[in-house]
């Protein structure tokens, strides 16, 4: 079964500090992945997207990694703001016969305090 | 995303009721989406919609039911709304073409009491 896991669950930091993120799947046959993030009482907007091809990519203070071959992800952001609080999403998506089939996982909640 | 709009934002209604949910899109994207997010639960799709006369079901499609009025217009109804259906839902959009971004529309909470 195709599963994307985050972890951890919820994470805390001070502003300033940096902090990483991670994603483990196993969805198949893997086409691209990305992280979006989603403020409260929003929808989630993308952050970076990822292909098979690719090891890092980065937007601004976000920068994402791509392990396909252990089916990893991680996205480190880089001195943390207080708008960075929300919830980062990991999706995968799968090219199959019947198209492009997205799974995505749980969310990492996080806060940035003062 | 102002390019993808919903409405109602929130809703309360009560179990057995029939509800709709709206979703407009100025982004000129062929393909819709809707999607339930629970939480501690990823979203999960409820239908999507590959042109106006193209319509699938998600994986968690029972007791939802779509209509594609237009390319711009997608609607989610629940026939007969149960508790179990409390969610916040989204609505969104991609091409058919690149590697399906989807854009999201800032979502309905749903309370079925």
């Known amino acids: 079964k195709n599963q994307v896991e985050q972890s951890p669950q919820s994470l805390i930091i001070l502003e300033g500090k940096n902090c990483t993120l991670q994603c483990n799947y196993t969805v198949s046959p893997f086409s691209n992945l990305r992280w979006y993030k989603q403020d409260t009482g929003r929808g989630p907007v993308s952050l970076t997207i990822?292909?098979?091809?690719?090891n890092t990519k980065s937007n601004g203070r976000y920068t994402a990694t791509l392990d396909a071959d252990t089916k990893q992800s991680s996205l480190h952001i880089t001195a943390s703001q207080l708008s960075d609080s929300a919830s980062y999403i990991c999706v995968v998506n799968a090219l199959t016969g019947g198209g492009n089939k997205l799974t995505f996982g749980t969310g990492t909640q996080l806060k940035v305090e003062l | 995303d102002a390019d993808v709009t919903q409405t109602p934002r929130n809703r309360i209604t009560k179990t057995g009721k029939r509800i709709m949910l709206e979703c407009s899109q100025t982004k000129g994207h062929d393909r819709m989406y809707w999607y339930r997010q629970d939480p501690g639960l990823g979203l999960r799709l409820i239908y999507y919609s590959f042109d106006v006369k193209d319509i699938n079901k998600g994986e968690i499609s029972d007791g939802y039911s779509v209509s594609r009025q237009a390319q711009a217009k997608f609607s989610l109804s629940l026939e007969s709304a149960i508790p179990n259906q409390t969610a916040l839902y989204f609505c969104?959009?991609?091409?058919?073409?690149?590697?399906?971004?989807?854009?999201f529309g800032p979502g309905t909470r749903l309370t079925v009491l």
């Open positions: 990822m292909t098979f091809s690719e």
């Open positions: 969104a959009t991609s091409l058919s073409r690149g590697f399906n971004e989807q854009f």
